[in-house]
């Protein structure tokens, strides 16, 4: 079955330094690839999103190339800045139209001022 | 602002007392979906209902089921909530012909059994 493969944390940065947060999947067909951002006692926020191929999502300074070669999704950001503090999930869509995503198990992102 | 809305956020309930938890759309998204997510751990995909149709995940205990009166509205029932309930609830839509297929997330309920 399908399954996504993510760094686990906490990883705690300093205000200002660059993000990666790795992502792998494992999947048949072609799957949609997502990055979840969930603060403190909240929902899943959608961050940013590719659907094929060499796509690359952005959004709020954060970006994420789908790479089918080597099946990875990773999170990548310039400046990191305190209220990027939350823990962010990377997940994918068997592309079924109603199929459940099938999510990595989180990576808690600590930002030290 | 079109959004998913889940009633209430906090809830709780006694060992054995039925429950039931809450979630409205404003999105007209016609797939909505319940996950459990226990502490420090990834939301866990319970059912869905596809328009009118109810999708099981073949592991959701029996102990749990769902209503979806109309598309805006959608509920979890916990016919007899035990310790190991106690979790937050995530209500997410989707539409199935929107081609990425994300999914919208409520901000959850977070279920204490007492």
């Known amino acids: 079955g399908d399954s996504v493969t993510q760094m686990e944390g906490p990883v705690t940065l300093s205000e200002e330094a660059f993000l990666t947060i790795n992502c792998t999947y494992t999947?048949?067909?072609?799957?949609?690839l997502f990055w979840y951002v969930q603060y403190p006692g909240e929902g899943l926020q959608l961050l940013l999103k590719a659907t094929k191929a060499d796509d690359k999502g952005s959004n709020k300074g954060f970006e994420a190339t789908y790479r089918k070669e080597t099946t990875s999704f990773h999170l990548e950001k310039g400046s990191v800045q305190v209220s990027d503090s939350a823990v962010y999930f990377c997940a994918l869509s068997g592309g079924g139209g109603a199929d459940g995503l099938t999510f990595g198990k989180g990576t808690h992102l600590i930002i030290q001022p | 602002d079109a959004m998913v809305i889940q009633n209430p956020r906090y809830q709780v309930t006694q060992f054995g007392k039925p429950v039931t938890l809450s979630c409205s759309q404003t999105?007209?998204?016609?797939?909505m979906y319940w996950y459990q997510q226990k502490s420090s751990q990834a939301p866990k995909l319970l059912f869905h209902y596809y328009d009118k149709d109810f999708n099981n995940e073949a592991d959701t205990p029996d102990n749990f089921q769902s209503r979806r009166p109309n598309t805006s509205f959608c509920f979890l029932d916990i016919r007899s909530p035990g310790l190991g309930d106690a979790a937050m609830y995530l209500c997410?839509?989707?539409?199935?012909?929107?081609?990425?297929?994300?999914?919208?997330f409520g901000p959850g309920t977070r279920l204490t059994v007492t």
């Open positions: 997410a839509t989707s539409r199935d012909d929107s081609g990425t297929y994300e999914q919208y």
């Open positions: 999947a048949t067909g072609y799957p949609s």
């Open positions: 999105l007209n998204h016609n797939v």
